[in-house]
Every structure is written in structure tokens, then in C-alpha cells.
């Protein structure tokens, strides 16, 4: 499916995909290089998909030069080597989501293992955890796509794109090599994962647990975003946001809000895992967001540490916060 986007020369391309966020999007950028910011779920569906949307619009795989990756999900880089195989297109990412994907499958693999321990520590029941793993195992051993020959992106980076220039911003949090794209002469952005337009996403933040993926990343993002005066905001997954200074201050208001109910939870004496004060706090969490309700609120509870609002007690068994 492709549409008309308000930018001139941008044509939105949504394809399928397995998860919540569904569907994806890319977006086609004409000019001197055709360019494609993100790709989609490599499947054969969302390809054909992805084909018949290219051909709707008189060009051909072929035609792409050059791809821009927002950050390393496999729903975003799925169709990299079926377009450069077509194409030879060049394929530009941060550093640190080229070193993620140049890592050995089998390394992810055991990472996420690695860590059921710790998640069993913030209270989400063993059997949700070893569930969510065993899914995460499948899913990385079918998608997962390890990228080579890659033109490696930073912070401040511009590139002639359209006519134009895009500028390169890394925004981590919701990956640690997560980047944004600003085109300076219609100020729209392209913000892969970062923001997202569907009901109740944001601030769902990569599961990896290296220091450029917690909170406090994220949030300082979105206050650089949100200093842009973007006209239009193009994300990764959802309809594209036309007040974007609006909707971060929105997304900003509900974290300050979560933070604020936790507080006042631990200030009243609670004591408890992260499942626990998420289950006081939100009452009722859908069972299929359990697990990542839960992880948000550690990485709430996490930045509030930081901050000296609360204190955690980790045994080998529970990681229990409280107030100071």
C-alpha cells in the first residue's frame, strides 16, 4: 500500500507485519538517488506487498540507490538484501545498530536467556518470561539479518536526499543506535520506533539492556525532537503526526504522570518488585503487555534511583524498590 504524503516527493509504503506494531512503514523519497528510509518484515507477503507499491508507482526495485536504516529491528532492515540484490543500493546506519547486527545470531540468542533472571527479579512469573524468550529465540533465528558493507551513520551527518538535505540525528532509548531524520527544507522528520502513532506504543523501549536503551535516553530524545519545530513527524509504525510538538508533550506528560503515581505510592510506604507497583499503579494490564508494562515501569523505577527518589534491594530471587 503506498500513499501521498503532505511533504512533496515523499510516498508513504506500508507492508505487513507479525506483531502489535502492524503495519510498518518505509517511505520513498524521489530525487537524483531514489532513496528508501527502513525497509519491512522480510516475508514473502510483505514483499509482494512491497513490490506492487513500488510498481504503483512507476519505478522498480532496481531504481533505489540508496537505503537509510532508522535502527536494526527486524521489521524495519527485512528487505535490505532481497533491494540490493535487485538495486546495489548503498545502506546507511548508526554505529552501534551495525556492531548489533553484525553480532552472531547465536550471541542474541544466549543474551536473551541469559537475562530471564533478572526479568524473574522484577516479578513477571517465570513461565511469561521463558514464554516471551522462547518467541524472541524463534522470531531472531527466522528474521534476523546480519548486515555487512554499510555506510555508518552519527549524529549531525547530512545527506543530499530529494533535491535536499536530510540531517542525521541519533535518538537512542528505544534502540542505542536509534536516529531520527530531519529534511531542512520542509522540516518534516522520520523517526523510525522513536514515536510511533498507534494507541498506547510509545515508550516501549528495546529490551536490551546495554546503557544507551534506558529511560532517561529516551526521554532526552524526545525533548530533541521536540526542539526541531518539525512540521510533520513520519514514524515507523502509524498515520503521520501533524502537530508533533503536541503529540511529544502529550507522550512526555503521561511518563512525568507514571512517574508522579509511583512516587506517591512509595512516599505512602508501598514496597514491591516492578510487577508489583506496575499492578498498583495501571490496576488492569492487558496479559499480552504484562511483560513490557512491567519493564517500562523498571526502567521508571530505574530512573527515579538515579534521580534519589527511590532505592532498590536486589536478592537472587526479587528486585524490590521503596521510597526514601
Known amino acids: 500500500m503506498t500513499r501521498l504524503s503532505t511533504a512533496p516527493g515523499i510516498r508513504t509504503i506500508t507492508t505487513p507485519a507479525l506483531f502489535p506494531l502492524n503495519p510498518v512503514n518505509a517511505y520513498l523519497i524521489d530525487g537524483d538517488v531514489l532513496t528508501l528510509i527502513d525497509t519491512g518484515l522480510d516475508t514473502d507477503t510483505a ?15 532496481s531504481d533505489i540507490g540508496r537505503i537509510i536504516l532508522t535502527h536494526g529491528h527486524i521489521d524495519h532492515i527485512g528487505f535490505v538484501e532481497r533491494i540490493r540484490d535487485e538495486s546495489g543500493a548503498s545502506v546507511s546506519i548508526h554505529a552501534e545498530e551495525a556492531r548489533y547486527l553484525a553480532t552472531d545470531i547465536e550471541e542474541h540468542v544466549a543474551a536473551a536467556w541469559d537475562n530471564i533472571p533478572f526479568f524473574c527479579r522484577m516479578g513477571i512469573p517465570k513461565r511469561d518470561v521463558e514464554r516471551m524468550v522462547r518467541l ?33 540525528l541519533h535518538t537512542p532509548g528505544h534502540t542505542p543506535g536509534s536516529i531520527s531524520l530531519q529534511d531542512l527544507e520542509s522540516g518534516v522528520v522520520f523517526c523510525g520506533d522513536h514515536i510511533t502513532s498507534l494507541p498506547g506504543s510509545n515508550g516501549l523501549v528495546d529490551m536490551r539492556m546495554g546503557p544507551d536503551s534506558d529511560l532517561r535516553h529516551y526521554l532526552s530524545s524526545l525533548k530533541k525532537l521536540a526542539g526541531l519545530s518539525s512540521s510533520a513527524i513520519y514514524p515507523g509504525h502509524g498515520e503521520m503526526i501533524a502537530a508533533p510538538q503536541d503529540f511529544i508533550e502529550d507522550i512526555l506528560s503521561r511518563h512525568e504522570d507514571t512517574a508522579r503515581r509511583i512516587g506517591k505510592l512509595l512516599d505512602a510506604g508501598f514496597e514491591g518488585t516492578p510487577a508489583a507497583i506496575a499492578s498498583a499503579v495501571f490496576l488492569e494490564i492487558p496479559r499480552e503487555m504484562f511483560s513490557h508494562t512491567v519493564f517500562g515501569v523498571y526502567r521508571v523505577l530505574a530512573l527515579m534511583e538515579g534521580e534519589g527518589r527511590t532505592v532498590s534491594l536486589e536478592t537472587e530471587d526479587t528486585i524490590v524498590f521503596k521510597g526514601i
Do not use: K, N, Q
Not at 47 to 61: K, V
Not at 137 to 148: N, V
Open 47 to 61: 514483499w509482494e506487498a512491497f513490490r506492487d507499491a513500488i510498481s504503483g508507482l512507476r519505478r522498480r526495485i
Open 136 to 168: 524472541f529465540t524463534s522470531i531472531t533465528r527466522r528474521f534476523f539479518l546480519p548486515l555487512g558493507d554499510v555506510v555508518l551513520l552519527d549524529d549531525g551527518d547530512v545527506l543530499e536526499c530529494g533535491g535536499g538535505e536530510l540531517s542525521v
